[in-house]
């Protein structure tokens, strides 16, 4: 069963460090159909429900050419997580793991990833669908799907495609 914030047996928390080593900014917000993670569905779909993701000042801009892609990465704050829990017994059986062995969300620095599908864009808002995070979630970046992405760039010596051409 999916749960909010509870500490299941076999599972292990640790203070967390009061100093933070940097700083990031949300440059905009994600609206899903999901309030609560006990309705989130724990992997996106490509072919799930349209969800908005809204651009502030001054980063909508940044949007031009994204529809030359139809898959975006895209990368937010699960703000809601916990944070401290170094093991972890997703299964609620008595067995653990190394929170870095899992995809939960409950990790150190709550970054969630997903792969989405662009469905279209309206100036500052792009529809997508595969996401898998809650309502009002803060976006930290996009970028397009890597295994989409073509270099513009020629290689440059270290590239893989000069390693290659080496031998």
């Not at 460090?17 to 993670?37: E, H, K, Y």
């Not at 908005?52 to 980063?59: A, D, G, V």
């Not at 989405?116 to 397009?144: F, H, S």
Request: proline share 9%; hydrophobic share 40%; charged share 25%.
């Amino acid at each position: 069963m999916v749960r909010e914030n509870e500490i299941r047996a076999a599972e292990v928390a640790v203070d967390f460090p009061l100093q933070m080593d940097a700083g990031v900014i949300f440059i905009g917000r994600i609206n899903t159909p999901w309030t609560s993670r006990l309705m989130c569905p724990r992997q996106g779909r490509l072919d799930g429900p349209v969800c908005t993701i809204t651009l502030f000042e001054p980063w909508v801009r940044a949007l031009d050419n994204i529809t030359d892609f139809e898959r975006l990465e895209v990368l937010y704050w699960l703000h809601l997580s916990r944070r401290d829990l170094v093991k972890q017994s997703p299964a609620n059986d008595g067995t653990t793991r190394g929170t870095f062995a899992l995809r939960s969300p409950v990790r150190p620095n709550p970054i969630g990833t997903a792969i989405v599908k662009l469905a279209g864009r309206e100036g500052a808002i792009l529809k997508v669908q595969g996401l898998n995070c809650l309502d009002n979630t803060p976006l930290l970046d996009l970028k397009p799907d890597r295994t989409l992405f073509k270099p513009i760039a020629p290689p440059q010596p270290g590239d893989y495609e000069t390693n290659e051409a080496r031998g």
